[in-house]
């Protein structure tokens, strides 16, 4: 990847401060950037289900799973302002203005393939298949960074149970829009886009594995995958495919984009994994954001107790 190691993360750009908006201010906001006109409604309808947090309280990280009681939450300003997404920008820094005025409203995504019911889904209708929920899960990247994050999304498994999966489908393979006219970097990312990701179906159904849609309790921001991205907590960021608008059940492993770019550092599995190098580098330590001294990097990103057994008998060196 053309990534900027976590070590040339300037001191002076680690915001210690926590920035908290309230969610009126949030929604003043976005009507005021009219960027996505006439959705005070819907977002006042998508926030309605998830409880107020106040995320000063150092007592919210106990909302997380039992892996994250006792880890700060990364600011909101670093999360929105510190990016991987090529088709804006392969700058972490840049992705956040070039992605201002991409726009997510109205948005399809479609469910198909070896399903009974394939369905191309309107956003929100999607989004109400089932309550929205919060979770605060880690983000850990390839380039040895991680982030503790509050998402807000529904578990994957209820979109996939919708449109019930045949028999025969053992995978699942997800697309990124396709829309080069507002991503500035689509010609420049040095990737075969659009971006393409994929998940086996036992992890695509298991409980941890999260739609987002938002986080501090906010719609998601485009730098982040708005309107709908992956979120697998145990795999490397990479494999969480951002502004999906497509879900394909599958019999065969799908292709993915970082395993297409450069197959010997990239595999299918992507599974954190502290005792199985980059080739270029270690994965045995990273810089949480925020954080000044590296910590021990997880196997599984410390979800090994939840998904250890998904990849009973495989050789995890050569399923990297
Ligand atoms: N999805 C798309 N469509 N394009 C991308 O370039 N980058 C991936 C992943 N999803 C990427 C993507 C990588 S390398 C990472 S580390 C995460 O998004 C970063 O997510 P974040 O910006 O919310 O931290």
Redesign the pocket.
Known sequence: ?LIKQADDIKSSEITPERVYFSRRNFIRAGLLAGSTLATGALYQGFLAPIPEVNYQDPNVIARGTASEAGEALTPYSD?TS??????FTTGKYG?ARRARNFVTRPWTVTVDGLVNKPKTYDLDELLGLTAQEERIYR?R???GWS?VIPWTGLPLSAVLKEVEPHGDAAYVAFQ?IEAPKQMPGWNS?G?DL??VEGLRLDEAMHPLTLLASGLYGQPLPA???APL?LVVPWK????????IVKITLTDRQPPT??NIAAPREYGFYSNVNPNVAHPRWSQAKERRIGEFLRRDTLLFNGYADQVAGLYDNMNLRKNF
């Open positions: 990847m999360i510190y990016n991987n997404y090529y088709e992705v983000l990247c390839v380039e982030m990124t990312s990737l659009p971006y730098q982040n995958g991205r490397y960021g990479f494999k969480s495919i951002k502004s984009t970082w």
